[in-house]
C-alpha cells in the first residue's frame, strides 16, 4: 500500500444491505453469515427456554430454573448458581450502573464462594475509591461487576482476571458489549437501557434496541473457547416472553440509512 493511503475496515454484524454500503464505500465486501461456535438466542418463561440456533435456524426447548412467585433476579440467580456449580463463566448485562453494583453484592453473599485471590491483591494496590472497595467485596466470592464508575484500572482487573478464569460471574452494563474480549458460554440480558436526557432533562428507560442484543449476544459461544453459546432474556409473563420472541429473536437484520445515503450527498 502506498505511503500516506487510507485503508478502513468496517465490521457489522446487524447490516442488510451490506453490498449498498460497500458499493458508496467503494470498498470490497467480504460476507460470513456462520459463526464457527454456534449462538443459540431465546427467551425464559415459566422455566422453558424456548431458542432458536443462529446457524442452522432451528428451533428448541431446554428446562431451566424457575422460581415462582418471585422477582426474575431471583430465577436469574438460581440459574447462576446452576452455572457456578459447573464452573461455566456468564455475564450479565443490566439496565443501570447502581444495579449492577446491586446485583453482584446480592450474589457474591448469596454464594458465598472462595475469594479471587490474585484479583483482590492487585486490586488493593489500586488508589482507594468507593467503586474499589465495593468491588473487593463481590470478589471474595469470585463475582465481579464492570461499569462506567470504575477507574480504567479497576476495570482491567476486573477484564483480565475474567479472562484467566479466576473470575466467574461479572454483572455489567451494555458498555461490555462495545470493544471488550471478554466471551462466555451463557449470557443474561436485560432488555432495557437507560438513555441520558438532554438539557439536563432526566434519563428515560427504553428498550434494548435489536442491534444491541446482537452485539451484546455475540459474547455469547466464542471460537476456542467454547463450543456453542446462548444468550438469555427472562420474562415476567406469558405475553412479554411473546413480544421479547418477537423484538429480538424473530428480528430482520437493520437497513443502512442517514444523511450519509440521502440523494446528492
Known amino acids: 500500500m502506498p505511503s500516506g493511503s487510507l485503508q478502513i475496515i468496517g465490521l457489522s454484524s446487524v447490516l442488510d444491505n451490506a453490498t449498498f454500503l460497500a458499493d458508496w464505500l467503494g470498498c470490497q465486501l467480504l460476507v460470513q453469515k456462520q459463526r464457527p461456535a454456534e449462538l443459540f438466542q431465546g427467551v425464559l418463561w415459566n422455566g422453558v427456554y424456548r431458542y432458536r440456533a443462529h446457524n442452522s435456524l432451528e428451533e428448541g426447548e431446554e428446562k431451566l430454573d424457575w422460581v415462582e412467585e418471585n422477582s426474575s433476579q431471583e430465577t436469574l440467580f438460581a440459574n447462576l448458581?446452576?452455572?457456578?456449580?459447573?464452573?461455566?463463566?456468564?455475564?450479565?448485562?443490566?439496565?443501570?450502573?447502581?444495579?449492577?453494583?446491586?446485583?453482584?453484592?446480592?450474589?457474591?453473599?448469596?454464594?458465598?464462594?472462595?475469594?479471587?485471590?490474585?484479583?483482590?491483591?492487585?486490586?488493593?494496590?489500586?488508589?482507594?475509591?468507593?467503586?474499589?472497595?465495593?468491588?473487593?467485596?463481590?470478589?471474595?466470592?469470585?463475582?465481579?461487576?464492570?461499569?462506567?464508575?470504575?477507574?480504567?484500572?479497576?476495570?482491567?482487573?476486573?477484564?483480565?482476571?475474567?479472562?484467566?478464569?479466576?473470575?466467574?460471574?461479572?454483572?455489567?452494563?451494555?458498555?461490555?458489549?462495545?470493544?471488550?474480549?471478554?466471551?462466555?458460554?451463557?449470557?443474561?440480558?436485560?432488555?432495557?437501557?437507560?438513555?441520558?436526557?438532554?438539557?439536563?432533562?432526566?434519563?428515560?428507560?427504553l428498550p434494548l434496541d435489536w442491534s444491541e442484543f446482537e452485539n451484546i449476544s455475540g459474547r455469547a459461544g466464542r471460537f476456542g473457547q467454547q463450543d456453542s453459546g446462548r444468550a438469555i432474556l427472562i420474562a415476567n409473563s406469558a405475553f412479554e416472553a411473546e413480544r421479547l420472541w418477537e423484538n429480538y429473536i424473530e428480528a430482520r437484520t437493520i437497513q443502512a440509512a442517514g444523511q450519509l445515503f440521502s440523494p446528492g450527498v
Open 81 to 205: 448458581e446452576k452455572l457456578w456449580q459447573r464452573e461455566e463463566q456468564a455475564l450479565v448485562f443490566m439496565k443501570s450502573k447502581a444495579q449492577v453494583e446491586t446485583a453482584a453484592l446480592l450474589f457474591a453473599e448469596r454464594i458465598q464462594s472462595q475469594e479471587a485471590k490474585l484479583a483482590l491483591s492487585e486490586l488493593s494496590e489500586l488508589e482507594p475509591t468507593s467503586g474499589r472497595d465495593r468491588l473487593k467485596q463481590t470478589l471474595k466470592s469470585r463475582v465481579a461487576f464492570h461499569n462506567a464508575d470504575l477507574t480504567y484500572p479497576e476495570r482491567k482487573v476486573v477484564e483480565r482476571y475474567y479472562l484467566s478464569g479466576e473470575i466467574k460471574i461479572i454483572f455489567c452494563t451494555t458498555t461490555l458489549s462495545l470493544g471488550v474480549n471478554l466471551p462466555a458460554k451463557t449470557v443474561f440480558v436485560e432488555p432495557l437501557k437507560y438513555q441520558n436526557g438532554f438539557h439536563n432533562q432526566k434519563g428515560v428507560l
